[in-house]
Every structure is written in C-alpha cells, then in structure tokens.
C-alpha cells in the first residue's frame, strides 16, 4: 500500500513539475503561498465549525 501512495505521489510530483518548469521563482512562490492559505483557512473554518 505503501509503494502505491509512494508512486502516486511522484507522478503527481512529476506532472506538477512539467507544469511549473518555465515558471520563475515568485511565481512557484504565490502558487505556494495561496495554496497555504486555502488549505490552512479551510482547516480552520472546519476546526472552528467542529468547536461551535
């Protein structure tokens, strides 16, 4: 099971850099930084949703 998760990953890995290899380096940078930022407030709102 852990070889599966393992090759998904690099595939997904390898596909994400195909995509961005032409990209500089603030570009990678606001993709990383709004990814946080989606992420991190969705698990916020469903930890403060959970609470109340």
Known sequence: MG???DQ???Q???YLDRKTQHW???SKLIL???I???FGGA???L???ACY
């Open 3 to 5: 070889q599966v998760i």
């Open 8 to 10: 998904k990953q690099r």
């Open 12 to 14: 997904i890995a390898v």
């Open 24 to 26: 500089n380096g603030a």
């Open 32 to 34: 990383l930084v709004t």
């Open 36 to 38: 946080c930022l989606v």
């Open 43 to 45: 698990s916020l709102w």
């Open 47 to 49: 930890l403060i949703r």
